[in-house]
Each structure stands twice: as structure tokens, then as C-alpha cells.
């Protein structure tokens, strides 16, 4: 049996569609259900935590003591350090720490990324990996150090980049719809993307952002390099800014090729749509 907390979530619905179709039974606990999270956590083999990113260490103290030791306790939170030493300190059963790399709303699961970061408990852990591998997902193991490390790249700064574009759009004073009347397919992307972010939730990437622990240093470099680059434009320092491309372009390396590539097949079923 498989408990999940905050399944009425986007992400909790996911999971229990997840692990229904694979066999287990499912328990849904949340604020609104009849069956507690406590209740479930008691009766389930396997618990499940999918909560807002605020609130998992509070939920995970809540209801790690009433985890079965032989059962196994995970979450499904975009940070990992916190969590992660929530449920080892919370509980004695067996503990892995997830974070799904993908939305809710995706179309399939197949080819889609899971995080884990083990915990506690080698046999779960086993059963969790085939459980994933049977859905067509690949996983990425870490620890939540490195995890929360990399994903400050992957998921805060360009989060936060977006925000600054969105911000700067807002208040530079000129109108959207004027904008779009000399778009170019680059402009538009970009575009697509920051309205996207800004249609969802606040607080989930308020969350994202202001729960990681490298935070502060990952926004920092951003805002460092984006002073750097303001003032090479302002002095009008051309070999500054060849020096500065040089240095980026070498850092991407062989990468460049295939984003190319990659991006050109972006730009064509973009110019295809509109």
C-alpha cells in the first residue's frame, strides 16, 4: 500500500496515478480527506510526502514517527537537504529522498528524470528503482548536497533569470502587443517562456528559490555578471565583450554545436505554429 500526503496535489495525483497503474494500492491523505496523514502513514508500506516545499520538514515531523520501521518514508521536494535530514531524524524506517524533474502536466512519463537521493534501507531503494525503471523513467542518484548544488543552476537561476526578464518588461513601459509586432522567433520564445512562469503559482517558485541553500551565491554570480556586461555595453568596450564571449563560448565547448541544431528545430515548429 502506498500513502500519499498532499495527493490532491497536482504532483500527488501524478504520483498515484503512477503508482496505481504498477499494482500497489493507493491511500490519498490531505487536508480535506477523511483519512489523516497520520492514519496513512500508519497503515501504508510506503508514504509518500507531496506538499508544498514551505511546509515538508513541518508535514515530515508530523508524520515520520507514525511510519512503520519497516516501511518506507520518501518525499518528492525540489530541495533535498532539509527534507532528506527531516525524515532520517523523524523516522527509523527506511528513508529515499526524490525530486521528479518534470511538471505535473506532462503528456508521459517515458524519458522523464527522477533525482533520488538515498537515504536509509537498500531493499526500498531496489524496489523504488525498478518501480520508476517500469514506468520508463530515468533516474539520477545523488546526494541532497550535490543535488541542491546543481539544481540552484537548473532550477533557480533560470528561474530567476525569467523573473528579471518578466520584471524588466514590466517596467520599462513598453506595451506587449507593440513588442510582438517586431517579434523575432528568439524574442518570442523567450517571451513564451516568461509568460508561462508568471502564469503559475508565486509560491512555488518563491519556494524553489528561497528554500535552496545556494541560493544567495547562484544569484549573486547572476547579478555579477550582469553588472560586468552593463558596463562593457556602456564604455563600449568591444574587445572586453569579445573577450568575455570567448570565455563563455569555451565553457560551453562541443555543446555549442548541438544546441544549434537543436535550438534551429525549436525556431522552425515555432515559425510553423504562429
Same mark, same amino acid.
Given at each position: 500500500?502506498?500513502?500519499?500526503?498532499?495527493?490532491?496535489?497536482?504532483?500527488?495525483?501524478?504520483?498515484?496515478?503512477?503508482?496505481?497503474?504498477?499494482?500497489?494500492?493507493?491511500?490519498?491523505?490531505?487536508?480535506?480527506?477523511?483519512?489523516?496523514?497520520? &492514519?496513512?502513514?500508519?497503515?501504508?508500506?510506503?508514504?509518500?510526502?507531496?506538499?508544498?516545499?514551505?511546509?515538508?520538514?513541518?508535514?515530515?515531523?508530523?508524520?515520520?514517527?507514525?511510519?512503520?520501521? /519497516?516501511?518506507?518514508?520518501?518525499?518528492?521536494?525540489?530541495?533535498?537537504?532539509?527534507?532528506?535530514?527531516?525524515?532520517?531524524?523523524?523516522?527509523?524506517?527506511?528513508?529515499?529522498?526524490?525530486?521528479?524533474?518534470?511538471?505535473?502536466?506532462?503528456?508521459?512519463?517515458? /524519458? &522523464?528524470?527522477?533525482?533520488?537521493?538515498?537515504?536509509? /534501507?537498500?531493499?526500498?531503494?531496489?524496489?523504488?528503482?525498478?518501480?520508476?525503471?517500469?514506468?520508463?523513467?530515468?533516474?539520477? *542518484?545523488?546526494?541532497?548536497?550535490?543535488?541542491?548544488?546543481?539544481?540552484?543552476?537548473?532550477?533557480?537561476?533560470?528561474?530567476?533569470?525569467? *523573473?528579471?526578464?518578466?520584471?524588466?518588461?514590466?517596467?520599462?513601459?513598453?506595451?506587449?502587443? &507593440?513588442?510582438?509586432?517586431?517579434?523575432?522567433?528568439?524574442?518570442?520564445?523567450?517571451?513564451?517562456?516568461?509568460?508561462?512562469?508568471?502564469?503559475?503559482?508565486?509560491?512555488?517558485?518563491?519556494?524553489?528559490?528561497?528554500?535552496?541553500? &545556494?541560493?544567495?551565491?547562484?544569484?549573486?554570480?547572476?547579478?555579477?555578471?550582469?553588472?560586468?556586461?552593463?558596463?562593457?555595453?556602456? *564604455?563600449?568596450?568591444?574587445?572586453?565583450?569579445?573577450?568575455?564571449?570567448?570565455?563563455?563560448?569555451?565553457?560551453?565547448?562541443?555543446?555549442?554545436?548541438?544546441?544549434?541544431?537543436?535550438?534551429?528545430?525549436?525556431?522552425?515548429?515555432?515559425? *510553423?505554429?504562429?
Amino acid at each position: 500500500t502506498v500513502a500519499i500526503v498532499g495527493g490532491k496535489g497536482g504532483m500527488g495525483r501524478c504520483l498515484a496515478q503512477l503508482f496505481a497503474d504498477l499494482g500497489p494500492a493507493v491511500l490519498i491523505a490531505d487536508l480535506d480527506t477523511e483519512l489523516t496523514p497520520e &492514519q496513512a502513514a500508519a497503515l501504508a508500506d510506503v508514504v509518500v510526502i507531496s506538499v508544498p516545499i514551505d511546509v515538508t520538514e513541518a508535514v515530515i515531523r508530523q508524520v515520520g514517527p507514525r511510519v512503520r520501521p /519497516g516501511a518506507l518514508l520518501m518525499d518528492v521536494t525540489s530541495v533535498k537537504t532539509g527534507p532528506m535530514a527531516a525524515m532520517l531524524a523523524s523516522s527509523s524506517a527506511s528513508v529515499v529522498g526524490t525530486h521528479p524533474l518534470f511538471g505535473p502536466t506532462v503528456h508521459s512519463l517515458q /524519458g &522523464q528524470r527522477v533525482a533520488l537521493t538515498p537515504g536509509r /534501507g537498500d531493499e526500498w531503494l531496489a524496489w523504488l528503482r525498478g518501480m520508476l525503471h517500469a514506468r520508463g523513467l530515468e533516474l539520477v *542518484e545523488t546526494t541532497p548536497a550535490d543535488h541542491d548544488r546543481v539544481m540552484a543552476v537548473v532550477q533557480v537561476l533560470t528561474h530567476f533569470t525569467t *523573473e528579471v526578464m518578466g520584471r524588466t518588461l514590466a517596467t520599462l513601459g513598453v506595451p506587449l502587443e &507593440q513588442t510582438l509586432r517586431f517579434m523575432s522567433p528568439i524574442y518570442l520564445i523567450d517571451l513564451l517562456l516568461t509568460a508561462r512562469h508568471f502564469a503559475q503559482s508565486p509560491d512555488l517558485y518563491a519556494s524553489i528559490q528561497m528554500r535552496n541553500p &545556494q541560493t544567495p551565491a547562484v544569484t549573486a554570480a547572476f547579478v555579477q555578471a550582469a553588472e560586468t556586461l552593463r558596463t562593457i555595453a556602456q *564604455e563600449q568596450d568591444y574587445d572586453a565583450f569579445r573577450a568575455l564571449f570567448d570565455e563563455v563560448r569555451a565553457h560551453f565547448g562541443a555543446f555549442t554545436q548541438p544546441a544549434l541544431a537543436q535550438s534551429d528545430f525549436l525556431i522552425d515548429r515555432l515559425v *510553423e505554429r504562429t
